[in-house]
């Protein structure tokens, strides 16, 4: 953190300056959290570039869930509010324009310097307090405890075997002693040197029996230590690291983000350095040994049990210490991870949790795909570990530029084995390899990600991602890749989860249970909340696998998928205010707007658009006083691009049967005014600008400006159709579907016609007075 460091212990009048240098496009506090990170990145080059650009934002979106997990472990809410809502933000407005921030960025970096350069005052040393207090579980307390407890026993065994050294020592020079006085009294002396002798024996016998002793003591508790490592080992590996696992699962497919593995990373490494010094003493027991034995010596008998138990402990640590800490992804499309496109980018990350400084560029990684379809590995597939391209000095190795390009070759490259699957049902595996010698040990790692699919179209994505919600939805097997030979079921709840989080995962809210039901009742039909958690949902049925639902041409994921792309593009900042209710049946639309005034609507996805559609349905009264459902011929992307959702409800008009121009739609259901709700997201009426030379005689006529309006043709045309009949939302006469549905107008037109249609309609005369003061905009002149 130099740079950031440096401008903290600024003087106060040059930290007003860089405050205003940081706004809601990109944050102060995103500067502050992800400081070293930031500075490390070449934001100057991605500002020109867009291919370094969108890599760029994507890891620094990775980044920034790091970051999150280490706020969830804190327990520091307002940060992890903070996190999140930025992370939203910067999806929403930079996913498709990531040279902007990288712009920004760079902006802010080199006024930063600049600061720097002018400040009159040295930097003061240290640091900025940071929260680094944890919150840890009672069941992670324990395994603390037990780490503690095993360095501990280690530092005591150190000591023991110091004394066991000073012992042998002792005992040796004596015996040796001994017997050369004893020769030699012997020859000299008689019999009056061997009595001294006997005694002397006497208390080397002493000395042997308490070598004996310490070396009986030693072996046993060298076993115990050996048996707790073995326990806190498997706690680790086989529920703290599953865990996480599990966790990163989870986070994939749109769940919480994962944890982060900084603190298995301390916990692993300190069992790790714990067995090394266990090892090292082993050794010594050996050099022991060799220079002094007896029979019966417990070092003879049990230390090749003890060398033997504690490389298989260290050994199995470190492959299981070898993990993909960040799961391969395609910049493009970081909220679909293990989704690959054969020639596309894409960037994974491989982290050794055994922090050992002596490893640092020693091992070299090696990538690697599965053999159930020929692929060719393109790009840098080779890549050593290392400590400096980490945040936090972690041992690792990232993957940033992976193309797959495929062998094509009988059968389209595949084997037999998977011919009757689909190729978004065909699940690979990307592998690491490397190799470790340290301490005289050989020790193969290899590690894999979660399997991926592999797709040749971008058509194929939402295909694809089902499959990857379904198979880490319902396991966590790490490599079953015939998983789709045979899959097995699902019960509603998971899926009714998995579905939230895939608008949680890049919005601010989920569905709520009204939109789950009426997506049940898609899938399954009407049913009790009972038996919707009971039924197990098959993935080869026609609803949830990649066959197409019924009557309709497309499947349900990708009918979700574009729903979801139609969200975060174009009405993120109503589904994220709840203005949205979306998935709702028209039965449940009928039974809640009937009682409703005229004018009452609500925004609703369309179940009949493939490309995403979202329309909204009203209430009004006809002639006779009957209450009618109307609702507007869906608005989709190509619609949206011309004009926002928001001003298409706030300009909304229908032409009544007199050729006048009402709004049909007044409250947002259940009764909020249609201004509060969406004036804020309409873009303000520019005022006009003076004439120029600001004659007031000038004859310069200024241009009018024009209002696009969304016009609908008389709802008495469709009398004779069944309620909730589609109105198309275009001026009659024209296409369905295209530009035209934008109804170009100007103020005094519009104006012009409201006030005949007004001497004609007296009646009419409220609404198209108000039409009129919303329409009537005067343009600047030329």
Request: a negative charge.
């Amino acid at each position: 953190m130099a740079q950031w460091n440096q401008l903290q212990q600024l003087e106060t009048r040059y930290l007003e300056q860089l405050y205003h240098l940081y706004s809601d496009s990109f944050p102060m506090e995103l500067r502050q959290f992800l400081a070293p990170w930031i500075e490390s990145q070449d934001w100057a080059y991605a500002a020109n570039k867009e291919s370094h650009a969108t890599l760029v934002f994507h890891n620094l979106l990775g980044e920034i869930d790091q970051q999150y997990s280490r706020f969830l472990q804190e327990n520091n809410v307002l940060y992890q509010h903070n996190l999140r809502r930025i992370k939203q933000h910067l999806q929403s407005k930079y996913l498709e324009k990531p040279m902007d921030i990288a712009r920004i960025v760079a902006r802010c970096l080199w006024e930063e310097q600049r600061l720097l350069q002018t400040a009159t005052t040295a930097a003061q040393d240290g640091q900025a307090a940071h929260p680094t207090g944890t919150v840890v579980t009672e069941k992670q307390q324990i395994l603390e405890h037990n780490l503690q407890d095993i360095r501990k026993r280690v530092q005591d065994m150190e000591q023991k075997m110091k004394m066991l050294e000073n012992l042998q020592d002792d005992f040796d020079f004596n015996y040796k002693t001994l017997k050369s006085q004893g020769e030699l009294s012997q020859d000299l002396n008689g019999n009056s040197q061997a009595t001294a002798t006997r005694q002397k024996m006497a208390q080397l016998e002493q000395m042997l029996s308490a070598l004996d002793q310490l070396r009986r003591q030693i072996v046993t508790e060298m076993g115990g230590l050996l048996t707790a490592m073995d326990f806190v080992q498997k706690n680790l590996t086989d529920e703290e690291l599953a865990d996480w696992k599990r966790r990163q699962q989870i986070a994939c497919i749109g769940g919480p983000p994962n944890i982060c593995l900084d603190r298995l990373e301390t916990w692993i490494t300190s069992l790790a350095e714990s067995q090394l010094q266990i090892r090292q003493q082993i050794k010594k027991l050996e050099e022991l040994q060799q220079k002094v034995s007896y029979k019966g010596d417990p070092i003879i008998q049990h230390r090749p049990a003890l060398e033997e138990k504690i490389v298989d402990l260290f050994r199995n640590l470190m492959k299981s210490a070898f993990v993909v800490e960040r799961q391969p992804c395609m910049p493009m499309h970081p909220d679909r991870p293990l989704v690959i496109k054969t020639g596309v980018q894409f960037t994974n990350k491989v982290r050794l949790l055994v922090k050992f400084p002596e490893l640092n560029y020693q091992l070299k990684i090696k990538v690697c795909i599965d053999k159930s379809r020929k692929f060719n590995i393109l790009g840098t597939n080779t890549k050593v570990m290392n400590m400096e391209e980490s945040n936090n000095g972690s041992l690792s190795a990232e993957f940033k530029h992976l193309t797959l390009r495929e062998q094509r070759c009988g059968n389209g490259g595949r084997t037999n084995s998977d011919a009757s699957l689909i190729v978004t049902e065909e699940l690979h595996l990307i592998t690491f390899e490397t190799e470790v010698y340290h301490q005289g040990l050989k020790i193969d790692l290899e590690t894999h990600s979660l399997p991926v699919v592999v797709i040749s179209n971008i058509c194929q994505m939402p295909n694809a991602w089902a499959s990857i919600l379904w198979y880490n939805m319902l396991t966590n097997h790490p490599k079953n890749v015939n998983f789709f030979t045979k899959p097995p079921v699902g019960t509603w709840d998971q899926v009714a989860e998995v579905l939230s989080w895939q608008f949680s995962s890049t919005t601010k809210r989920g569905l709520t249970i009204e939109q789950l039901t009426t997506l049940a009742e898609k899938l399954l039909g009407e049913m009790t909340c009972l038996e919707k958690a009971m039924c197990q949902l098959l993935w080869l049925s026609d609803h949830l696998g990649q066959e197409n639902m019924a009557g309709k041409g497309f499947s349900f994921w990708v009918w979700l998928d574009n729903i979801i792309d139609l969200v975060k593009k174009y009405i993120l900042a109503l589904w994220n205010e709840g203005y949205i209710m979306g998935f709702i049946s028209k039965e449940r639309e009928r039974a809640i707007l009937s009682p409703k005034p005229p004018g009452t609507f609500l925004l609703r996805f369309s179940e009949s658009s493939k490309e995403g559609g979202i329309t909204f349905t009203w209430v009004e009264k006809d002639i006779n006083g009957k209450t009618q459902i109307q609702s507007v011929e869906p608005y989709t992307k190509q619609q949206l691009n011309s004009m926002s959702f928001a001003e298409i409800i706030m300009g909304y008009k229908i032409m009544d049967a007199t050729n006048i121009l009402v709004s049909p739609l007044v409250y947002l259901f259940p009764e909020i005014p249609k201004e509060e709700a969406f004036g804020k997201y309409c873009r303000p009426e520019a005022a006009p600008e003076p004439e120029i030379g600001g004659d007031p005689m000038s004859t310069i006529q200024p241009y009018l400006k024009t209002k696009f309006i969304c016009v609908t043709p008389c709802p008495s045309v469709f009398m004779d159709f069944p309620d909730c009949e589609l109105l198309g939302n275009t001026f009659p006469g024209t296409n369905s579907g295209n530009t035209s549905d934008l109804f170009p107008m100007s103020p005094r037109t519009l104006d012009s016609l409201m006030h005949n249609e007004a001497e004609a309609n007296p009646g009419h005369m409220d609404s198209l007075t108000l039409d009129m003061e919303l329409s009537s905009d005067v343009a600047s002149p030329m």
